[in-house]
Nanobody, 122 residues
Framework: QVQLVESGGGAVQAGGSLRLSCAVS????????MGWSRQAPGKQREALAA???????MYRPSAKGRFTISLDSAKNILYLQMNALKPEDTAVYYC????????????????WGQGTQVSVSS
């Protein structure tokens, strides 16, 4: 079974940085992409970023330039580097993997981790 475990969340002041990690295990098809999403209190989960073949990336416009998704294939760890954090970035962050698709909210998102909390204060 595919397993994903997020870590690296925490509390940070606005303008600060965090790097989230996602330990990946299991037999993941080479055709699968991986992604990061977040869910703020009272809001729907939203996709932030995706990575294909460990290199090609896509970002939500609000995340591009501040967030960077990367994959360490040797260690099977997916990362999300987050810089210039804002209070509105406060959310539970989830990593995922799955099949590609045309929907930004569902692509690479068939399997999910448990999430890690990120809290940004002003």
């Amino acid at each position: 079974q595919v397993q994903l475990v997020e870590s690296g969340g925490g509390a940070v002041q606005a303008g600060g940085s965090l790097r989230l990690s996602c330990a990946v295990s299991g037999d993941i098809p080479s055709s699968y992409c991986m992604g990061w999403s977040r869910q703020a209190p009272g809001k729907q989960r939203e996709a932030l970023a995706a990575i294909y073949n460990g290199e090609t990336t896509m970002y939500r416009p609000s995340a591009k330039g501040r967030f960077t998704i990367s994959l360490d294939s040797a260690k099977n760890i997916l990362y999300l580097q987050m810089n210039a954090l804002k209070p509105e970035d406060t959310a539970v962050y989830y990593c995922s993997t799955g099949e590609d698709g045309t929907s930004w909210e569902t692509m690479c998102r068939d399997y999910w981790g448990q999430g890690t909390q990120v809290s940004v204060s002003s």
